[in-house]
């Protein structure tokens, strides 16, 4: 962590570049969806109480 | 939501989002001439957007971490930069939409730096951040001030 804190450098490796764009977009994609979900399901329960 | 409420909202997000392209430009410029990026301009952001999101609620900070971990695992792989680990979870607390536009862009790069120079080509990031974000805030909120959007 101390190592990544103290970084400066700027560049990016053409493959990470979009490997790591993909995974994130589909990671936050996912996560909004389950994080809708969730949301749903709590005011599901909310309501039949 | 009356006319002045929107309004009042859109200026809101016009400074904030100006602000916000005013440092990722410093950070892009800083980027092209060295390939580096000043800690002075990545690390306040940084703990700023954890703390931001950790006062946002469990969604962004949520979506703050899962950007800090997974560019952190590319950064120990080597194919990331520390500032560019910096710069993209400050863009999560702060903006998911700059956020998304800063991956496409950062995709898009790498896709065409993969083809002309091969997977291994190191290129500076940041500006594609910037152009991302640059877009991203004409589109969502200099257009629909011309367009009349927000009437």
């Known amino acids: 962590m101390k190592k990544l804190l103290v970084s400066k450098s700027g560049t990016n490796m053409g493959e990470y570049a979009v490997i790591g764009a993909l995974v994130l977009l589909v990671a936050i994609a996912g996560f909004q969806a389950l994080g809708v979900n969730i949301l749903g399901k709590i005011m599901e329960v909310a309501g039949a109480i | ?151």
Not at chain 2, 126 to 144: C, N, W
């Open chain 2, 1 to 151: 939501m009356d006319v002045l409420d929107a309004v009042q909202l859109w200026l809101t997000w016009l400074v904030n989002g100006f602000l916000g392209l005013l440092w990722l430009a410093v950070c892009a410029r800083q980027d092209l001439r060295s390939r580096q990026v000043s800690n002075c301009l990545t690390i306040p952001p940084l703990a700023g957007g954890l703390l931001y999101a950790a006062a946002q609620g469990w969604e962004a900070l949520l979506r703050t971490t899962l950007v800090l971990l997974t560019a952190a695992v590319l950064f120990h792989l080597g194919g990331m930069g520390g500032a560019d680990v910096k710069i993209l979870t400050a863009l999560a607390a702060f903006s998911p939409l700059f956020l998304l536009a800063a991956l496409l862009a950062q995709g898009a790069a790498g896709l065409v730096v993969w083809r002309r120079q091969g997977g291994r080509a190191l290129f500076p990031a940041v500006p594609a951040y910037a152009a991302g974000a640059g877009l991203s805030f004409v589109i969502q909120f200099v257009l629909p001030f011309f367009t009349g959007g927000l009437s």
